[in-house]
């Protein structure tokens, strides 16, 4: 069971909803999150997020994505656009991976009256959790030489991303009766969404493998790596983060111990609360960074 919820131009709990068609064809839409009062004077990030669910399940109406999104929208102060992708096994790869880059570009393109006056495309995040997460990760690699008219990519949130391989790691096992993603409910997402006659080596999942993307000449942005100490991906989220760093990325990693897949959409939850700090302490940093080398550009040009 999926419940959905309607988008509202009315403020509801600090945040009104919006949704936009991409491409009716495919399904392809936002749902643009707005904190309501904006803040006076200051420009607000732009966070693009994917949802998850295996890639087979959900969207950005989805009751708890909804509440999820609008609780970043309000805590971050942030412009946050939820993107509907095609689902499996309807759709596999590299459907979403299409679908998540297309919005990109249909954002980018969009004139300036689509969007709040003050939102900030030259702070622009993007972010996923779990197949999200996975997705975000994708999208960020195909964006690295792309030229974008107005839209600067700051920095990656993953949070608790979906990869994986053949081989079983020690969280896998371990973890492997989770609630809320067990090892068989895991495999069968892969088998749903990876090309037929494929396994878990496959680079979309296996991403840091022998045959994924070298990304040590891909312009990556900084990341922010959310790990849960009791989820069954912990492990493989743990070599991610090794291999980013590897290829001479920037990333910071933060695991919650006692965090089970999924925390995120429980906001009762210590860590979700955390989650929230911790991707706005990101953000901060990454807008002060861009701020201060814009300054420095502009200083040197008047040189």
Known sequence: MTPKVSASSAPHDGVFTRDTVIDPSRNLWFRLFVPSP???????????????????FFSPDFFPFDILCRKLARDLQAIVVSVNYRLSPEHRYPSQYDDGFDA???????????????????SCFIAGDSAGGNLAHHVVVRSGDYDFKKMKIRGLIAIQPFFGGEERTESEIRFAKSPTLNLERAD???????????????PA??????????????????????VGGSDQLR??????????????KEVELVEYPNAIHGFYIISELPETSLLIKDAKNFIQKRVSKSSTELNQIEFQLSL
């Open 205 to 226: 999942a296996h991403v840091f493998g022998a045959e994924g993307v070298n990304i040590s000449g891909v312009k990556f942005p900084a990341t922010l790596l959310i």
């Open 235 to 248: 492990d493989w989220d743990r070599t991610y983060y090794e291999w980013l760093k590897n290829a001479g």
């Open 104 to 122: 990109l570009k249909f954002i980018d393109d969009l004139d300036s009256g689509t969007f709040p006056e003050k939102s900030d495309f030259g």
């Open 188 to 202: 069968w997402y892969w088998k749903a969404f990876l090309p037929d006659g494929s396994n878990r080596n496959h």
């Open 38 to 56: 904006t803040p006076d004077d200051l420009p607000m990030p732009v966070l693009i997020y994917f949802h998850g669910g295996g890639f087979v």
